[in-house]
Antibody, heavy 120, light 108 residues
Framework: EVQLVESGGGLVKPGGSLRLSCAAS????????MNWVRQAPGKGLEWVSS????????YYADSVKGRFTISRDNAKNSLYLQMNSLRAEDTAVYYC?????????????WGQGTLVTVSS | EIVMTQSPATLSVSPGERATLSCRAS??????LAWYQQKPGQAPRLLIY???TRATGIPARFSGSGSGTEFTLTISSLQSEDFAVYYC??????????FGQGTKLEIK
């Protein structure tokens, strides 16, 4: 069974940093591209970042470019999101999502999410 | 950027009836359109990809149609567990994915 479990969320002050993790199991993690998607309270879904299976290709939404860094450790079956210079508008539940195997890619499995609150 | 627009924002339907949700893209996305279901406090779940292909384990009462810029998700006979928020997503402009703002399907 595919499982994605996020952790690392919490309360942080504006300008602060936080590192999110996503632990994957039930599939060959190293064969899949992975993504972060966020959802502000009461709002819709917003794609944040994508990383290819070997970390060769990395993409960011304009709203986080230069502040967030996506990475992965295939030996540990883990995905990460380093978030710096956090703003109030970054407050959201952050989900990790697996990309499908066939291009063009959609998201076939999602984790339960971890809440990030940016507030003084 | 491809903007996805869903309508209506809220849809009130009685159990056992049919629900029809719409999604429009600001430019053609071919058939690269997915639908997700999200219940309160839960992660989104993939329902439909390729505009009309049901994901694994999704009941046959869920069907998707459309191509280009106009898409529809139909739930043929609503069950109690179907009341949720539904999102469409285009993935034609990979990796610059974009989602609609969601349609809340509520019990009438």
């Amino acid at each position: 069974e595919v499982q994605l479990v996020e952790s690392g969320g919490g309360l942080v002050k504006p300008g602060g940093s936080l590192r999110l993790s996503c632990a994957a199991s039930g599939f060959t993690f190293s064969s899949y591209s992975m993504n972060w998607v966020r959802q502000a309270p009461g709002k819709g879904l917003e794609w944040v970042s994508s990383i290819s299976s070997s970390s060769s290709y990395i993409y960011y939404a304009d709203s986080v470019k230069g502040r967030f860094t996506i990475s992965r450790d295939n030996a540990k079956n883990s995905l990460y999101l380093q978030m710096n210079s956090l703003r109030a508008e970054d407050t959201a539940v952050y989900y990790c999502a697996r990309e499908s195997t066939i291009f063009p890619y959609y998201f076939d499995y999602w984790g339960q999410g971890t809440l990030v609150t940016v507030s003084s | 950027e491809i903007v996805m627009t869903q309508s209506p924002a809220t849809l009130s339907v009685s159990p056992g009836e049919r629900a029809t949700l719409s999604c429009r893209a600001s430019q053609s996305v071919s058939s690269n359109l997915a639908w997700y279901q999200q219940k309160p406090g839960q992660a989104p779940r993939l329902l439909i990809y390729g505009a009309s292909t049901r994901a694994t384990g999704i009941p046959a009462r869920f069907s998707g149609s459309g191509s280009g810029t106009e898409f529809t998700l139909t739930i043929s006979s609503l069950q109690s567990e179907d009341f949720a928020v539904y999102y469409c997503q285009q993935y034609n402009n990979w990796p610059l994915y974009s989602f609609g703002q969601g349609t809340k399907l509520e019990i009438k």
